[in-house]
Each structure stands twice: as structure tokens, then as C-alpha cells.
């Protein structure tokens, strides 16, 4: 399989002179083979699975059931996708990101793709943003589970009218924004070090290096007035 993406990579560089379409450029084509490989992996969708499981645990039987809030309000939706983006995303984003340019070395392919007329900046640019395509994919499945939850409702559970621009707007911001300097941060180590541990065992390390700042830094800060 990545092989085959490898060869479509190739076939498009080896014609990248006398391309004028966007969509059939080199950096284009290694955005698609990433996503294809992807696409044939098993963790992005176990990552999909667990995000939607996780959806729904909150919506009957998060805080919104006990406390009658209603589980749509923009207030609910809100804390669900920043306690989302704090407590899943740290360590499973380096699952996706941290070896999207491992695997070509590994399997020994990165002699045939550098042989064509692929700029390095094509190819990390590509790699880094299809992966972070699928990413934000998996990611996904968390809000759109609660969206068609909305649907549904149980004999204690709040349910304000149907909405979906808060789950939008809200995943764009708290969710993909919070998380694209961590993506980078993922993918740089990944690649400089070419070793996916590494990049698991920062991400591991994320909630103590948080929980320290909030210890050492930020509880000599004034309260708000």
C-alpha cells in the first residue's frame, strides 16, 4: 500500500513542470497518498470509535443529566469540547502525527520519492496536513455524536430546540485551533528524531508539565476581581 502511494507521489512530480490544476500538484499528491494510507490504518478509526463512545457517555451521563442543564445549550456544548480537547487529544494526537515521515524511511521508500522533482517543503507540508486531515477526522466523530444526539433525549434530560452551528463553531476554535501547535510540535519531533516514542512519551508528559505550571506558576496569580 505504500508502495502504490508512493508510485502516485512519483507519477506526479515526474509531471509536476507542466501541471497548472492545484489538485494535481506534488504537494497535492502527497497530501493524497497520506490520507490514503491513513485511510487503510486501523488507529484512526479505533481513535473515531473511542471519541464517539466518549460523546455519548457525556450525553447520558455527563454533568448536563445530573445537574439539568440542557445537554444542546451553547454553555454544555462548550465545556464538553474543551474538557475534549484537555483531557483526549494531548496523547492521541501524537498517534496520528508523530510518524507520517517514519513510515516512508522505514519501509525504505524515501530514496524513490526524493529522486523526483519533490521539494522538500511539498513533501512535509503534504505529509504534515493530510495527516492533520485525518486527524481532525477522528476528531470529529465526538462533536457530530452529540450533534445526532440532539435527537434523542431521556425522561431527566434537558433538550433546548435543534442547533448546529455551536458544535461548529466551537470545534473549529476549542478543539482544532488549541491542538495545531501541538500537531506541529508531534510531527517536528517525529521527524527530526525518527522515533514515534519519543513524540508518546512527550505526550505522556504533557498533564504533568500542565499540572506543574498551575502549581508553580499560577496559583500566586491575583484572583479575578
Not at 489538485?23 to 481513535?47: C, D, K
Not at 444542546?72 to 508523530?98: E, H, W
Request: charged share 10%; glycine share 4%.
Amino acid at each position: 500500500m505504500l508502495r502504490r502511494s508512493c508510485h502516485a507521489i512519483c507519477a506526479f512530480g515526474a509531471e509536476s513542470s507542466a501541471m497548472t490544476n492545484p489538485l494535481q500538484t506534488p504537494f497535492a499528491a502527497v497530501f493524497q497518498a497520506e490520507v490514503l494510507v491513513n485511510s487503510r490504518r486501523i488507529a484512526p478509526y479505533a481513535l473515531a470509535i473511542l471519541f464517539a463512545a466518549y460523546a455519548v457517555l457525556l450525553w447520558g451521563w455527563g454533568p448536563a443529566v445530573q445537574l439539568g442543564w440542557a445537554t444542546n445549550s451553547d454553555y454544555n456544548i462548550l465545556r464538553n469540547l474543551q474538557g475534549f480537547s484537555f483531557l483526549a487529544l494531548p496523547i492521541f494526537n501524537a498517534v496520528i502525527m508523530s510518524d507520517p515521515v517514519i513510515r516512508d524511511f522505514r519501509v525504505e521508500i524515501d530514496p524513490l520519492i526524493f529522486s523526483k522533482p519533490i521539494s522538500r517543503l511539498s513533501y512535509l507540508l503534504g505529509k504534515f496536513l493530510g495527516s492533520l486531515f485525518v486527524l481532525v477526522c477522528c476528531q470529529a466523530a465526538f462533536p457530530l455524536t452529540l450533534f445526532v444526539l440532539q435527537a434523542f433525549r431521556t425522561s431527566n434530560m434537558v433538550v433546548q430546540p435543534f442547533q448546529a452551528f455551536p458544535y461548529f463553531k466551537h470545534f473549529l476554535f476549542f478543539v482544532v485551533g488549541s491542538q495545531l501547535v501541538l500537531t506541529a510540535f508531534y510531527f517536528t519531533v517525529g521527524t527530526l528524531m525518527r522515533n514515534a516514542k519519543i513524540a508518546y512519551g512527550l505526550a505522556v508528559c504533557f498533564y504533568p508539565l500542565y499540572i506543574s505550571y498551575g502549581v508553580l506558576f499560577l496559583k500566586d496569580l491575583p484572583p479575578r476581581s
